[in-house]
């Protein structure tokens, strides 16, 4: 299959592929030469008699699965990342489970190595994180949840514990955004389990922060305020080799955004205003999403405490980058935001921001 193109047209379109299908920059280099499309396509659209997952047929002959073809699942991985960072997972999901179906048609119908198997599980295994994480972002949760237990299963079968606490951190995000405490607790805490055996104390960090959204839901604030010191302790140990490459995401900015989200579902909207307006200003340009998301929030927590201007003035300036991101989690937040600012329209910010938003939202 050919480079595909997820969209096209206007200044702020999305020009990018899920880079399953060509040579990289370390493919090149492991063969000393420039790179060159290899002689036969690695990501590729099963023929008429090919077997696809849900579909009846014949089971193809194995093919020859090596070096390149998980090259290729790796840097798939890592445009998706890029992708979201800047767009969101609306306009993605779809074109990404495609290549996610590729990669697990050449773990299960391949032959290869054991070294290569060892890649390519983990390769398929992070790409399916990579699509739950889209599918969450697009609110769909069910599948995002499927996503996750295909990641997890691949984990487990391959014994790969850095796999494994990645499936159990996106895990606990998901099951608090969807209204499952214990279950993001227990998930949290499991990732905790599994991260022990590597060495990042920023994964520990970040899996802390997300039993400490766990706690916040069951509104126990000290058991959530003794996750959030641990998570801060860890934090502040700083960068590690050890660290996995998909949390490049988790800096300063987002482990205010995460205590945000905490002060905001124990109602402490005084913290919450305070670290969401941290988030944006300590927030790198390129991380378009994740600006757009704080800055969401910090609308959210200015409307609770009672700051109905704020609460505008913020939502505005979140809607100003609806063109650039497309995150229905994002924007069904500001829809909530919107709707509770209606009966307040006599104020002149009020009125701005529900104009700006029903544009936004119509187009």
Sequence with gaps: MRRRTFLAGGPTALATVIGIDRPTVA??????????????????????GAFVPGRPGPVPPPRRV?????????????????????HGGDTLFERAGQSLRTAYL?????EYSAETERRLQAGAGELAISVGWLAHD?????????????????ARMAGDAALEAHVFCNSAFLARDAGRPREALRAAQAGQVAARQLDSA???????MREAGGWALLQDRAACERA??????LFDRGRAEG??????????????????????????WDRASEQAGLAIALQKPHFVRNRVLYTAELAHDRLGRGDLA????????AVALFGEVRSARIRSMLADTAERLRPHAAVTEVRHFLTGYDQAAAA
């Design 106 to 110: 050449l773990l299960n119908e391949g």
């Design 27 to 48: 493919a090149a280099a492991a063969t000393g030469g420039a790179a060159v499309a290899p002689a036969a396509p690695v990501l590729f659209e099963p023929g008429p």
């Design 202 to 208: 920023r994964l520990l960090a970040l899996l802390a």
């Design 228 to 233: 959030l010191a641990r998570a801060y302790t």
């Design 138 to 154: 697009s609110n769909r949760l069910a599948d995002a949840r499927s996503l996750y237990a295909e990641a997890l299963a691949t």
């Design 66 to 86: 090596g070096a390149a073809e998980v090259l290729g699942v790796e840097q798939a991985v890592r445009e998706i990342r890029l992708a979201d960072d800047a």
């Design 310 to 317: 704020g609460a505008a003035h913020h939502g505005s300036a």
């Design 243 to 268: 660290d996995p490459e998909w949390m490049s995401f988790f800096g300063e900015a987002e482990i205010a955004g995460l205590q945000s989200q905490c002060w905001s579902t124990l109602g402490d």
